[in-house]
């Protein structure tokens, strides 16, 4: 079993920045495509972006041009990123990493993100 483990979150003016981060517990976890997600509150978890494993990304229409995703293949293991320019107070909520198409099993806590005007 992988836990998903994200960090980065916190809270931020309109116009900040944050970088999340996205680690694996287990050492042998390499999906070929890992996304982030997010799920403002009252809200489903929506996709926030995605990146392949030769890097080749992807982004949601509300976050194109403000978000890099990026990816760091170690060895056996993967770790994800997710940069964060120009925030919103529409890009609040809960962010989490899983691979693409996501597993039930991957969920982990995710990490908060508020946006203050």
């Known amino acids: 079993q992988v836990q998903l483990v994200e960090s980065g979150g916190g809270l931020v003016q309109a116009g900040g920045s944050l970088r999340l981060s996205c680690a694996a517990s287990?050492?042998?976890?390499?999906?070929?495509?890992m996304a982030w997600f997010r799920q403002a509150p009252g809200k489903e978890r929506d996709i926030v972006a995605t990146?392949?494993?030769?890097?080749?990304?992807?982004?949601a229409d509300s976050v194109q041009g403000r978000f890099t995703i990026s990816r760091n293949n170690a060895e056996n293991t993967v770790a994800v990123y997710l940069q964060m320019n120009s925030l919103k107070p529409e890009d609040a909520g809960v962010y989490y990493c899983n691979s693409y198409p996501p597993r039930l099993g991957y969920w982990g806590q995710g990490t908060q993100v508020t946006v203050s005007p």
């Open positions: 990146i392949t494993w030769n890097d080749y990304t992807n982004y």
């Open positions: 287990r050492r042998t976890f390499s999906p070929d495509t």
